[in-house]
Every structure is written in structure tokens, then in C-alpha cells.
């Protein structure tokens, strides 16, 4: 608007110069989609939480998938592979690695470019190595097996017949999501529970995997929440509120993959939870449906960006934007790099394994055990290479690390990389070394600091190691 001869501005619209073209957020390329079952065998063990009286599920709720994502170049680059399952964490160094190398053989491709995002469910089976010695555990060798061999097969099945492909994002929210470090009243501990007073970062963003034709081919999740609403009552295999969040996208979707990226969620958890009610489970995963099927609503149509168009003098001036064809890039970049991370001093082996075969406790000796694999895989080394992989696919940076971060590790990614679309997956690839907490709760008596293997500063390691790593890498 003009006064005085003079141009002014609303006071919340920036004076920069105005955007006349806008496109989503994402690549192009050869791709690939599918989802399997992962059924696991009648008896294998099936506990995930200190105060379960079950060591082997009674039946299942929701199905075990993995849902597979391939993508390479336009000029028969180098295929790269996503699979995300059903799982909760890996808690010894060849949990993952072992079906990475096998994944990235069958592909002919480098395992570096081979990622397995696990949705983190906690009503999962057991599926490490470590634990073959316990009831049930003896069908984990042959359902590793199982695994390796289904998706393997899967993964060829794909790369014989890829389609030319865009993925794009877009962000939105999602309310499940909530702080679960409260200050048990009366005591000077913290318990991993709904705490009304503190923020949680419910940020949502949804990728669509359209075909040329511009129909849907795949939905991608990435959001930061702890999958335990079902705990130690429950005795049903599942895939936690993970299961209904599929089930509602592919109510509007039939049978597509349905890739869940678990975030950043240490200290982020549903409000209702703790529970052997499905319902419940059910309800919270149709939150995060909802929310995603909401994004992909309001996306473009596939293979379109918006351009200004002028004016219309009606009523008011009404400012047109034109839909326009475009093609997201198609480059694709990969790399890994690690952040040396100190860890704390920790007990004698020794000494745990001989509290181990002392006590009758079975939260304690669940505990124990969790705690013995840690230091066996600490050794004497006094700190640790947390290792960071990351893509550049089109205008959007991918992150990945294997453990637990507190959800500022992806809030301050976000704000370090602002002209990149950033999708942060935890639980990936490889061990998990525990939790990441902020340097403020270094003292506090909070599971996610007592659990963890990590000095007090290894959030803040990791985030500035991450962004410096990134920032050389991208330059």
C-alpha cells in the first residue's frame, strides 16, 4: 500500500523481495516400493519390559511388516535401500549390521547405502543374538534367518521392475506426542511418565511416492514418539500404535507400504499409555493417521509446483498462483562420518554378572542384563564412535543414528540446516548405545541417565558433531 508517495508494508509480512514460485520438497528417481510380513514363529521370546510376568506371546495383534523403499539415479546409479520393521532396538553390534551386508549383497550395492529403521515397538519379539539363552529364545536364529531371507528376496523382486518415481514432502502435526520426564511428587527421582507442564515437539512430516502417472505408490511417516502404550500386561505381538497408523493410511490407500521413521523421541511418549488395552493402542496410532492422511490432503497434486500468476480485481485484489509441472532433482548423495562420544565409568562386569545370578527380581534382573551387554560392548575403551549416516536426496537431507536422542538433537538439525527439508530417523542401522540426554539432567535420578553408557555431555557432542560433519560433508 502507498502513504504520503511512500510504499508501506503489513508489519508481519517480510519486505524481501516477494516469492513468485514455490515447489515441494523432494527427488526424483528410479524407485521401488513394497511391504511384506514378517510372521514370527509360536514360542520365540517376547519380552521387552522389566515388569512383564511373560516371557513368550499368546497370540498377535497387529502384523510384523517391513516396508521396503528402493531408489537410485536416473543413470543406473547405485541403488540405495530403506527398510523400516517391526522392531524395538539392536542391542548388540551385529544385530543389524549382519542383515545390512546381506541386504546390500543381494542389491549389489554398498552397505553404506542400506538403511533398517526400526519403528522401536516395545511389544515386539526379540530378535538379537544376546538373547538365545532365554525362554523362547531359541527360534531366534531361525527367524533371523527368516528375515534375512524374505527381505532379501523382496529387495530383488523390486529391482527387477522399477518405475520412474518422485517423492516429496511436506510438514504438519500431530498431537500424540507428549513429555514423559515427571517429577515423581514427593520424591527426587523422575519417572518415565505424561508430564502436563513441559513442551513436546509434535512436528510431522509425511513423504507421497507417486509413479508418472501420478498415483500413489508409497507413504512415508517421520515422527518422534515412543511406540509403548502396550507394556508388561500385554501378551500380544505388536507393532504399538505403529500398526493403526498404517491401517488408517491405507484405509484411504489399500495396501500400500507405509514406511514409519521413528524421530528423535527420548523424552517423547503418548499421554496414554502403559496398558494392555489394544483399543488404546488402536486410538493412538489412528492420531498419527489422521494427522498424515490430513498432510497428504493438502499436498500438490504429483509432479507440480505453484507459480505467481497476477491479480484478479474483484471484491479485494485476489492474488492467483498458477499449478505448473515440475521435477523434483534427482541427485542423490550418501556418506557416514562419527562423533567420538565419551562414555561414564561403569561397574565391573564381574560384579553385574554376579548380582545377575543372585537376584530373584525380574524387573532387576532385566535391568542387569540390558546393563551386562552394554559393558561387554564397551570393553575397556573409554569412549565410543557414534556413527552418522546421512542422504541428500533432491532438496532434502536425511540423518540417521542408532540410539535414543532427546528431541532437540532433531529440533536444533532443523534449525542448523534450514534451506533442506531434514528427516531425522533414530533406532537405525546399527547398536544402540542407549539414551542421549541434555547435559541439564546429567545429575537428575531419570531412567534416560542411569540407563545410558554416555557422559554427561553426549547430547551436546552429538548435535555439534553432527552438524559439523554435515556441514563439511554437504559443502
Not at 511436506?170 to 520426564?181: I, M, P, V
Not at 535391568?367 to 561387554?376: D, E, P
Not at 546399527?430 to 540407563?451: G, H
Amino acid at each position: 500500500m502507498t502513504k504520503g508517495g511512500k510504499v508501506t508494508y503489513h508489519p508481519r509480512i517480510p519486505m524481501s523481495a516477494p516469492i513468485t514460485a514455490t515447489v515441494p520438497a523432494g527427488f526424483s528417481a528410479e524407485m521401488a516400493s513394497g511391504v511384506i510380513e514378517l510372521p514370527p514363529p509360536a514360542g520365540i521370546h517376547a519380552r521387552n519390559w522389566g515388569a512383564a510376568l511373560h516371557d513368550i506371546a499368546t497370540g498377535q495383534h497387529h502384523r510384523l511388516e517391513a516396508n521396503l523403499l528402493l531408489f537410485r539415479p536416473q543413470n543406473e546409479g547405485a541403488w540405495h535401500a530403506l527398510i523400516c520393521m517391526d522392531y524395538c532396538l539392536a542391542r548388540e553390534p551385529d544385530n543389524l549390521e549382519a542383515f545390512r551386508e546381506a541386504w546390500a549383497g543381494e542389491l549389489g550395492t554398498s552397505e553404506k547405502n542400506v538403511w533398517i529403521a526400526l519403528s522401536h515397538t516395545h511389544a515386539s519379539v526379540a530378535i538379537g543374538p544376546s538373547q538365545v539363552n532365554l525362554p523362547g529364545g531359541e527360534w531366534i536364529p531361525p527367524y533371523r534367518e527368516q528375515i534375512r531371507e524374505r527381505v532379501g528376496a523382496a529387495l530383488r523382486e523390486l529391482s527387477s521392475r522399477p518405475f520412474r518415481g518422485e517423492l516429496t514432502w511436506e510438514s504438519g502435526h500431530c498431537t500424540l506426542a507428549k513429555n514423559r520426564d515427571y517429577r515423581v511428587p514427593g520424591e527426587n527421582r523422575f519417572a518415565c511418565g505424561y508430564n502436563p507442564g513441559a513442551p513436546a515437539d509434535t512436528t510431522l512430516l509425511v513423504g507421497r511416492l507417486c509413479d508418472e502417472a501420478g498415483s500413489v505408490r508409497a507413504v512415508m511417516v517421520n515422527y518422534a514418539c515412543h511406540p509403548t502404550t502396550l507394556a508388561w500386561q500385554n501378551t500380544l505381538i505388536s507393532p504399538d500404535y505403529v500398526g493403526a497408523l498404517r491401517e488408517t493410511v491405507r484405509a484411504r490407500y489399500p495396501e500400500l507400504p507405509v514406511c514409519f521413521l521413528q524421530g528423535a523421541s527420548g523424552e517423547l511418549a503418548p499421554r496414554r499409555q502403559y496398558t494392555g488395552e489394544l483399543a488404546i493402542a488402536d486410538a493412538n496410532g489412528r492420531c498419527v493417521g489422521y494427522a498424515a492422511l490430513s498432510v497428504l490432503e493438502g499436498m500438490l497434486p504429483p509432479w507440480s509446483g505453484l507459480r505467481w500468476a497476477g491479480v484478479v480485481e474483484s471484491g479485494a485484489p485476489l492474488g492467483i498462483w498458477e499449478s505448473v509441472a515440475h521435477q523434483p532433482p534427482g541427485e542423490i548423495r550418501s556418506g557416514r562420518f562419527s562423533v567420538t562420544i565419551p562414555f561414564k565409568p561403569a561397574a565391573p562386569l564381574e560384579e553385574l554378572e554376579a548380582r545377575l545370578a543372585r537376584c530373584e527380581d525380574r524387573a532387576l534382573q532385566e535391568r542387569l542384563r540390558r546393563q551386562i551387554i552394554r559393558i561387554r560392548h564397551q570393553g575397556e575403551s573409554r569412549s565410543v564412535d557414534a556413527d552418522i549416516w546421512w542422504w541428500t536426496l533432491g532438496n532434502t537431507l536425511w540423518v540417521a543414528q542408532g540410539s535414543e536422542c532427546y528431541s532437540e538433537f532433531q529440533t536444533e538439525l532443523r534449525a542448523a540446516f534450514p534451506e533442506w527439508t531434514v528427516i531425522v530417523v533414530t533406532l537405525a542401522n546399527a547398536i544402540s548405545l542407549t539414551y542421549f540426554y541434555p547435559e541439564a539432567m546429567a545429575e537428575a535420578d531419570a531412567y534416560e541417565v542411569w540407563v545410558s553408557a554416555l557422559g554427561a555431555d553426549c547430547l551436546s557432542r552429538l548435535k555439534a558433531g553432527t552438524v559439523s560433519g554435515l556441514r563439511e560433508a554437504l559443502a
